[in-house]
């Protein structure tokens, strides 16, 4: 039976004993609840890296910006529970907002990831990555695990969190997983239910455009600036206000040379109220 721990005394009793009982590797997964299938695929990965399986539920208030989504964010943890036991989670930690922030929001000491975390979402979402890594690198201490699994939809957020890994030498293993998708090419996405039936069937737009760029990529198109300023416009075609459409190296996500082999393709973009991220490899 999966247990559950709410604060860190207890979180940690619980992983302290579970790693003694069978001698293994801890693997951790942090999300925000309002769990798809997406979720449970991080899951079950981390279930192959490790013997003991974490996962946390928080809904994070230091990466939401001024009018965003943190009010409304759907929140639902029996049902999300009931979700992680059947995978096989052995601990869900539900902390809140006082156990992990105890001096306040505005006190808190924060970690940052200078340039990675001030481009692409982070020029349009300032102090966003902030709050990611810093919320983080808490849950790391807490949980120390061996292995964390991490979702690729969120790619920019992966990479951040992969430098920052490396930069404090935390002692564990970041494993991305690659984005599941809806049967229509969708990126799944607990923000999805926001949208519409109208949105909702004009959202995998967004897949087929990472889609074309790659394929165009790949026949040896390699005037970057035209391919992302095309996909822009087909974008605002299609019903979308492009945040951006960027074709960077998948290594650092640093403009890349137009003899780069190894790229990414990332793109947010508001669909309605919604706001969309996806990403191809390339």
Known sequence: MMQRASDAAELRAIVR????????????????????DGHLALVKTARE???????????????FG????????????????????????????????????????????????????DILCGASRPGHFVG????????FNLVQPDVAVFGEKDFQQLAIIRRMVADLNFPLEIIGHPTTREADGLAMSSRNAYLSDDERQRAPALYVMLQNIAERIRSGQRD???????A???LQSAGFVPDYVAIRRAEDLAEPSSVENALVVL????????RLIDNIRV
């Open 17 to 36: 004993n579970l790693r003694a009982d069978r001698a293994g590797r801890v693997a951790f997964v942090p999300t925000m609840g309002a769990l798809h």
């Open 49 to 63: 890296h490790a013997d003991v399986v974490v996962v946390s539920i928080f809904v994070n208030p230091l990466q």
């Open 66 to 117: 001024a009018g965003e989504d943190f009010s409304r964010y759907p929140r639902q943890i029996e049902r999300d529970a009931a979700l992680l036991e059947s995978v096989g989670a052995d601990l869900l930690f539900l902390p809140g907002v006082d156990s992990l922030f105890p001096h306040g929001q505005a006190a808190q000491s924060r970690v940052e990831v200078p340039g990675l975390s």
């Open 132 to 139: 990611v890594t810093t919320i983080v690198a808490k849950l």
């Open 224 to 230: 970057f600036e035209l391919l992302q300023s095309e």
């Open 232 to 234: 822009s416009l087909a």
């Open 267 to 274: 793109v947010a973009a508001r669909l309605g109220q919604t």
